[in-house]
């Protein structure tokens, strides 16, 4: 069956509803209000004048601009970085090393990982501090902009720090599905170079299966909002900054201003992934070329050392911004240019503790109620297409990426607009929901491949032993999965702790979660706080992890080979 989305049953017609059902009805809410339909405000379009005052707003064409040059320049070199590694030191102790501790950095909430980098590199952060006594003799900190610069470079590299463990994990499961180790033996045997070699052979084919979470990357690069409030300029901020400004006013016709931002929000990031298929042909077409001359590139050292050095940084930087949250939430007085404070103190901790895990309590209930929800639309579908023979196809698998292509700013102020109408926003189930968009994606893509390299013989033998279909998928195989069922579940909390855009739009300020109080924090400055929260909210993004690893070796004690499930 070619069409994987005619399937008769309830739980895969309500999974594309949930899908694609938001998503669709967000970006009509958003063009409705762009050209000037807005009743809740009474506003009855059509008009044309939401744009004229976006084209009005003279912070438009910077802020074009840094949406534009962030992401891609973000997302180019997560890739670079990637390749680079892969292609260098693939198969080797140091990556081995490297990939030991990129994989669990991958759950670090955006936020957390921005300010954790913000205490790095900001005039008065550990950087400026290590250095003022050996090489600057600096006693008060410099007046640069490190962060916050009119050019994005800040936020540019926070994005490359987090870009790159999520690509590098993506690209290790798709070279399982080739004989990566095969094509890069025959090519050097050919005399090319270990990096060329890999480019020439492997590349390729790796990165025809790993296009659509690139483009994921780049949409969400152009439109990142936690990350930007945290390191991006202010004067004017990237276009998504500004359409939640927008969203936020207490005046209402503001929102057709957004939603005319958000609309060219869509339009920058569809044009961009255009102008990144240009690029993929011109570059497929560079490489060709490069393969009919014959040249070999046998002295790569420098680039294996610069993929290896990139990869480095981006661990040792995320682990360092990380060590910089714990000091500062328990730092007492810290005065430039001391590189440790004087003493440790549990006062912010005594003092914002309480807050911290009433949010944390209501982080937990969406983040669980939206992973249950995902984890149960998810199971019913992979068991319909396993009993009726089906298979996730091309058209199938874009339509399970659409809400994270989708630039989250397109569509959730149309939602939330929606939900207003119909008087069910701003409450804790409609969070749930918007966080749904975004976590069964990411669930589905957890469970696909275990799911499917289940043995069916064993399926067969129960058969055979008079079990029904029903009784050897609740007794057979989802017992036997319970290790990657528990994984993919603790990446589901994950995606939803760290989402910030979803619940301060369709919860409107009233819910509050880990991400949005810390993104919050970032406006007062009160840097023990924010290093609290910030690592509450990685604890509670690391926590499921640490339970999905444990909890099948507890359960399978007895049984070492379903250890791993």
Request: with cysteine; aromatic share 8%.
């Amino acid at each position: 069956m070619r069409l994987p989305l005619a399937l008769p049953p309830v739980l895969p017609v309500l999974t594309i509803l949930v899908l694609i059902g938001p998503v669709l009805a967000g970006l009509w809410g958003t063009i409705s209000a762009a050209f000037g339909h807005l009743p809740v405000a009474g506003l009855y379009g059509p008009s044309l004048q939401p744009f004229e005052a976006l084209l009005d707003w003279p912070g438009l064409g910077p802020a074009v601009r840094l949406s534009l040059v962030t992401g891609v320049l973000a997302t180019l070199l997560s890739l670079l970085i990637t390749l680079l590694l892969l292609a260098g030191w693939s198969g080797t102790r140091p990556f081995q090393a490297v990939l030991r501790l990129l994989s669990p950095l991958l759950s670090v909430p955006h936020a957390a990982a921005a300010f954790g980098l913000l205490f790095l590199i900001q005039p008065s952060g550990w950087i400026a501090r290590a250095l003022s006594p050996w090489l600057t003799g600096w006693q008060r900190p410099p007046d640069v902009l490190l962060v916050q610069d009119p050019w994005g470079l800040a936020m540019t590299l926070g994005l490359v720090v987090k870009e790159v463990p999520f690509l590098l994990l993506i690209s290790l499961a798709a070279l399982g599905q080739i004989d990566s180790q095969g094509r890069l033996r025959v090519a050097m045997a050919l005399g090319y170079g270990r990096v060329a070699a890999w480019i020439f052979a492997v590349g390729p084919a790796l990165y025809q299966r790993i296009r659509l979470p690139i483009y994921v990357v780049l949409a969400y690069s152009m439109s990142v909002v936690d990350m930007a409030v945290i390191l991006g300029p202010n004067t004017p901020p990237p276009l998504s900054v500004q359409i939640v400004r927008w969203m936020g006013e207490p005046d209402l016709t503001l929102r057709t201003l957004a939603s005319a931002g958000a609309l060219v929000q869509l339009a920058l990031v569809i044009g961009a992934l255009l102008l990144w298929c240009g690029a993929e042909r011109g570059i497929a077409a560079l490489g060709t070329g490069l393969i009919y001359r014959g040249w070999r590139f046998s002295r790569d050292g420098l680039w294996r050392a610069l993929g290896l050095a990139a990869a480095a940084t981006s661990v040792g930087l995320v682990l360092a911004g990380l060590l910089g949250l714990v000091v500062w939430s328990f730092a007492a007085r810290w005065s430039f240019p001391d590189l440790l404070p004087d003493g440790m103190s549990l006062r912010s901790w005594s003092r914002n503790s309480p807050a911290a895990l009433e949010t944390l309590a209501t982080t937990f209930a969406i983040a669980g109620a939206a992973t249950l929800a995902a984890l149960v639309l998810t199971l019913g579908c992979l068991e319909t297409e396993e009993r009726r023979n089906l298979r996730l196809t091309r058209k199938g698998l874009w339509l399970l990426y659409l809400p994270l292509l989708v630039p989250q700013t397109a569509f959730l102020p149309g939602m939330q607009t929606l939900l207003l109408g119909f008087g069910i926003d701003r409450t804790l189930w409609a969070v749930v929901l918007a966080h749904l968009v975004f976590v069964l994606p990411y669930l589905r893509l957890s469970l696909e491949g275990p799911y499917k390299a289940w043995d069916p013989r064993l399926g067969a033998v129960g058969a055979a032993m008079g079990a029904s279909r029903n009784r050897i998928f609740l007794q057979l195989r989802l017992p036997m999965l319970l290790a990657p069922i528990l994984t993919a579940v603790a990446v589901g909390m994950a995606v939803s702790v760290g989402q910030y855009l979803p619940t301060l739009l369709v919860g409107g300020g009233r819910i509050q979660t880990l991400t949005t109080e810390a993104v919050a924090l970032a406006a007062g400055g009160d840097r023990r706080a924010i290093g609290l929260y910030g690592l509450v909210q990685t604890a509670a993004a690391l926590l499921p992890f640490v339970l999905a690893l444990a909890l099948p070796l507890f359960v399978w004690r007895n049984r070492r080979g379903l250890h791993h499930g």
